[in-house]
């Protein structure tokens, strides 16, 4: 079984289906180990720990997190299932970069940044990963995020295990859009 697969896997039960793997997330989306692995078990889809570890250090999105004593494990944010968030609030940097596909913008420019699916809308520090995110989607797109602005007036964000940063919607009037000749 291929890193790739096993961290979709551990992203569906983390992240999206706990109840598949007979999961129920804890505090900040944390479980057990031993719990994990005996869910993945009952899926068929049996996991060493040295493999978990494995998955969780060669995740290029750094998706999953251990803790430190290896007892617990997480994904680091993209949940769609409710979870209660253990981050603390944090002051972002003055931007941040959201990347999507060009056919997004119109309801974006409308609607600003909504999580969706999603419990946060997420964020980027670099304009590089806001273009891969992008990518995913269709043609991408990066849109810069007035965070500091939106932090003045009220707006909280988190900061990930993995860097991506968390806030619960942006409005437009924080978005600064590409150029139209560039699309």
Avoid at 154 to 172: E, H, I, K, P, Q
Wanted: proline content about 4%.
């Amino acid at each position: 079984m291929s890193v790739v697969k096993d961290s979709k896997l551990l992203s569906l039960v983390l992240r999206h289906e706990p109840e598949k793997a007979n999961l129920v997330l804890g505090e900040g989306g944390w479980v057990a180990v031993d719990d994990l692995l005996r869910g993945l078990e009952t899926l068929g889809r049996a996991m060493t720990r040295e493999r978990l570890r494995l998955v969780v250090s060669e995740n290029d999105k750094k998706r999953f997190t251990l803790s430190e004593d290896g007892t617990r494990i997480r994904a680091a944010q993209g949940h769609s299932v409710e979870i209660v968030n253990d981050l603390s609030p944090l002051s972002p940097p003055e931007y941040l970069y959201h990347g999507t596909a060009i056919r997004f913008l119109d309801a974006i420019r409308a609607q600003g940044l909504k999580p969706m699916s999603r419990q946060h809308v997420h964020l980027s520090v670099d304009e590089s990963t806001a273009f891969k995110v992008g990518q995913r989607h269709g043609k991408p797109s990066i849109l810069i995020v007035l965070a500091r602005e939106m932090e003045r007036t009220g707006c909280v964000f988190y900061c990930a295990d993995n860097g991506v940063w968390l806030t619960d919607s942006v409005s437009t009037q924080y978005l600064k859009f590409p150029d139209e000749e560039q699309i």
